[in-house]
């Protein structure tokens, strides 16, 4: 799966909608970015093909629903950070083969996502890499996430395909069997840690 970053180098992408996008993102990918490698895992329950977890240093704390089954190499994640658990975020992780000497985002790629036979969603999906991460990102550009997560928790597969210029596009296949559950719990951590009224 390791050469989806080297085939990508070429694409490029110059829209002002794509921009401003990727400004609006920016905060929520360096906080998912960090997850990967810094953060302490606690509270970890299993759900079917899913699992949910936190993921905490010091006094900051981020709740994640994870599907770890499909693929040896990738997850597929939602996330959310306490105090705002009403802006999640999906992001996809691959283990690559070797650390990363770098921080840098390797390009905006078209992207199609489904669930089970529901509609197509066309969307972008931003590939990262993180110096000493032996992980490479995608964050999805996603305008009804909840609507997303509705339909993770009735479906049973999500569905990915990344294109590739002239190349033949990459596809992934996820399982949903567990997904109801996890995000259901990742939401309910998520909210009960904020503040106290």
């Given at each position: 799966m390791s050469q989806i970053v080297t085939a990508t180098r070429t694409l490029h992408f110059h829209s002002p909608s794509l921009v401003a996008m990727a400004m609006a993102i920016a905060l929520m990918v360096a906080t998912s970015m960090a997850n990967a490698t810094t953060f302490n895992t606690n509270d970890e329950a299993t759900h079917d093909h899913w699992?949910?977890?936190?993921?905490?240093?010091?006094?900051?704390?981020?709740?994640?629903?994870?599907?770890?089954?499909?693929?040896?190499?990738?997850?597929?994640?939602?996330?959310?950070?306490?105090?705002?658990?009403?802006l999640p975020w999906l992001e996809m992780r691959v283990t690559l083969e070797q650390q990363q000497g770098e921080s840098r985002t390797v390009n905006l790629v078209p992207t199609r996502l489904r669930i089970d036979e529901r509609p197509v969603i066309d969307t972008m999906a931003e590939f990262i890499t993180e110096r000493g991460?032996?992980?490479?990102?995608?964050?999805?550009?996603?305008?009804?996430?909840?609507?997303?997560m509705a339909d993770m928790r009735q479906g049973e597969q999500l569905f990915l395909g990344f294109d590739q210029e002239e190349r033949e596009?990459?596809?992934m296949t996820f399982s949903l069997k567990g997904a109801d559950a996890a995000i259901n719990r990742m939401l309910t951590q998520c909210e009960?840690?904020?503040?106290k009224v």
């Open positions: 699992q949910s977890m936190t993921l905490s240093l010091g006094g900051e704390r981020h709740y994640r629903a994870v599907e770890t089954h499909s693929y040896s190499d990738a997850t597929l994640s939602l996330n959310a950070t306490s105090g705002v658990c009403d991460d032996d992980g490479f990102y995608a964050h999805f550009y996603l305008g009804d996430l909840d609507s997303l596009p990459w596809y009960s840690s904020g503040p």
